[in-house]
């Protein structure tokens, strides 16, 4: 209205002034509500009606709690229902209104609510209209200390929501103070907006579309990338991001990495995109910078080169859809996260709910949105880890991710959308789409020279797409027929491991470097199933630390294949209590003469490039008389051990081999 705000008084005198006209209208009906925590579940026929049914002049909202308190106890006690009044709704025929608003004088900075039960108070006004409270939420449905009480009703197309303590059917729903967050999850669902029958209905609303147009009439954007602890498989992510489907002309890139171990990762990647054809790019690469000073900066950036869109992604979401980026432009709300969960948990980038201490709460309806048995766009009280927010909505309202001055250090993503409810502005979570998958970084670890390989337990959706050959899943597909060589008998040999598996096995070995003595007897083992009592130069898994992630890796990888080929009612458990990485030079060790192993079969996974890393080697079966080719870089040799195949590995002639050997089921 052009004024400046100067208390809640304010919303008696402004009223009032308006009211004046329609003063002598007895036929007009007035409905004052709150604006920004209110939902209208139905249109005005069924608000007249409900009011018609009370037979009173003037109906006020009724709630749990009292304030302002030392006017508690003036309230008459009620048998059921809310015993305080509520000046957040009411409704009344227009010259009960105006002769209410104009009963007393009220300050613009005094208290409407006490204003309006002190008028509750007067029993002359109070008979004289038979002035009313709601206090079984027949109309008028407060959210706050009753939460608990309503649930969403659907029918067919329809939903609508119910006060289950009164058996009530309220048709206006007000969430002030904490009650507002319950509130966020009960538009989700009324007046009709998503039902099980029609599914979303509002989804499309006010949305828009970019396919098709030219690229200079995108918006704008500064992606804001972010890197504040160690994460896996952090150069896939930032190809990801690369590879969104966007103009680069309309991107401006600030990535934040405030972390040394990704500086040569960051320092890789900018390289690699210098030449993408970016609006910018800014690389802020301070271990020291502080993380919070770090995100309000990049606040601060989009409002100072006044972007159209200011779109976060930490380096914890895996955003696989190339297409994520425009489909949350399109999507058009004020701040909008695409919906990423951990694989195989329910841990996810949104919250459904809130504590009223504001920390983390399951809704109802979490695990619907997160498994997709519930598809929509939804109003969530908290996102993190990866949104899009309007350029507008930052310049217009204080948006921050510093802690308020009663908790400076308050978390950072909480602090965040602290700040967005406090400005009532609506934070969404969209699932309409498959956008990706948030990694689990809780217990990375940068023990090791390439720590992405230990991660096969915590991420092992990127792992595989990492480290497994890609045409492993071929050989397990129901739609395509795939032979499985067997240059031998019983002896197979297929793709398994990637080519950056195999090289950074390779080095991590050559980075522990102490290789056992490759004696001619089975002595001199550190312990039971050692590798060091084989006569080869060799290192044990265990040794690195990976022995457990391969054993994961035999029973997950392996057993397939094996239960493929073996047409036998042998179950193997998988378990191998010998692996290793061996190394084949002219200097040392360049054969392996014809041994048996103590195993029910045995794998040997090729480490190195046949021709290019080094030139001879092979194996050959001697009972069978029999030469097997050396595996391919990646691919694996399987075979039974024990009785049936005695082998032995032929010289190399020269460079260096390597190869990892189990022995399965000793």
Not at 17 to 45: C, E, H, M, R, W
Request: with cysteine.
């Amino acid at each position: 209205m052009g004024q400046k705000w100067k208390g809640l008084g304010m919303k008696v005198n402004l009223l009032l002034n308006d009211l004046a006209p329609y003063k002598d209208d007895k036929d007009l009906v007035i409905l004052f509500t709150d604006s920004n925590d209110l939902v209208f579940v139905v249109g005005k026929d069924t608000i007249l009606s409900k009011f018609k049914e009370f037979n009173s002049s003037l109906v006020f909202s009724a709630e749990e709690v009292c304030w302002p308190d030392e006017q508690a106890e003036m309230h008459p006690n009620v048998s059921v229902g809310k015993r305080y009044l509520n000046s957040g709704g009411y409704i009344g025929y227009a010259p009960v209104v105006y002769e209410a608003l104009s009963h007393g004088p009220v300050e613009n900075y005094e208290n409407d609510q006490g204003y309006f039960q002190r008028l509750y108070f007067d029993e002359e006004f109070k008979a004289k209209h038979n002035m009313r409270l709601d206090h079984t939420s027949q109309m008028f449905q407060n959210l706050k200390d009753a939460e608990e009480d309503v649930e969403v009703v659907f029918n067919k197309n329809q939903s609508w929501i119910k006060n289950t303590v009164y058996d009530t059917v309220p048709i206006l729903i007000h969430g002030q103070g904490i009650g507002n967050r319950r509130l966020l999850n009960l538009q989700n669902y009324v007046p009709n907006r998503w039902t099980p029958e029609t599914g979303c209905t509002i989804c499309d609303n006010d949305t828009f579309s970019l396919q098709g147009k030219p690229k200079s009439e995108f918006p704008d954007v500064l992606v804001a990338v972010f890197s504040v602890m160690p994460t896996p498989f952090f150069r896939r992510f930032l190809e990801r991001v690369a590879a969104l489907n966007y103009p680069k002309s309309r991107i401006s890139l600030r990535l934040y990495v405030l972390v040394e171990y990704h500086h040569a990762d960051a320092l890789w990647w900018m390289a690699k995109v210098a030449s993408a054809g970016y609006k910018n790019i800014t690389l802020i690469s301070d271990s020291t910078f502080d993380e919070r000073d770090a995100r309000n900066d990049g606040l601060e950036s989009c409002k100072t080169n006044n972007c159209s869109y200011y779109f976060v992604v930490d380096s914890m979401a895996m955003l696989v859809n190339p297409e994520s980026l425009r489909l949350l432009l399109e999507q058009n709300r004020s701040i909008v996260t695409p919906l990423l969960v951990q694989p195989g948990k329910l841990w996810s980038n949104f919250w459904g709910a809130l504590t009223k201490s504001a920390f983390y709460a399951r809704s109802d309806d979490y695990i619907d949105i997160v498994t997709k048995k519930k598809v929509g766009v939804w109003n969530v009280p908290h996102v993190q880890s990866v949104y899009v927010i309007k350029g507008s909505v930052l310049r217009r309202f204080r948006i921050t991710y510093s802690g308020p001055r009663w908790k400076p250090t308050m978390d950072i993503d909480m602090a965040f959308t602290r700040s967005t409810r406090q400005s009532f502005i609506h934070t969404y979570v969209t699932n309409r789409h498959h956008f990706g998958h948030i990694l689990d970084i809780g217990t990375y670890t940068t023990n090791h020279l390439h720590n992405d390989m230990y991660q096969i337990f915590k991420n092992p959706l990127d792992w595989e797409e990492k480290y497994i050959h890609p045409n492993y899943s071929k050989l397990l597909s129901e739609t395509e027929s795939v032979q499985i060589p067997k240059p031998c008998p019983d002896v197979f040999v297929f793709p398994l491991i990637s080519a950056k598996f195999a090289t950074e096995l390779v080095e991590e070995v050559e980075h522990f470097d102490k290789w056992s003595v490759g004696k001619e007897t089975y002595e001199g083992a550190d312990e039971v199933g050692d590798s060091g009592h084989l006569p080869t130069l060799d290192i044990d898994l265990r040794k690195i630390g990976f022995e457990r992630q391969w054993q994961h890796f035999i029973v997950t990888y392996v057993l397939p294949i094996q239960r493929r080929v073996f047409d036998s009612r042998y179950k193997s458990r998988g378990s191998s209590v010998m692996n290793f990485v061996v190394k084949y030079n002219r200097e040392g060790q360049y054969f392996w003469r014809p041994h048996q192993e103590v195993s029910i079969f045995t794998i040997n996974v090729g480490l190195s490039q046949h021709g290019v890393d080094y030139k001879g080697g092979g194996w050959r079966f001697v009972r069978y008389d029999c030469d097997a080719k050396d595996a391919s870089l990646g691919y694996a040799l399987m075979h039974p051990g024990r009785l049936t195949h005695w082998y032995e590995g032929l010289p190399i002639t020269e460079g260096i081999r390597y190869n990892l050997v189990s022995f399965i089921d000793p």
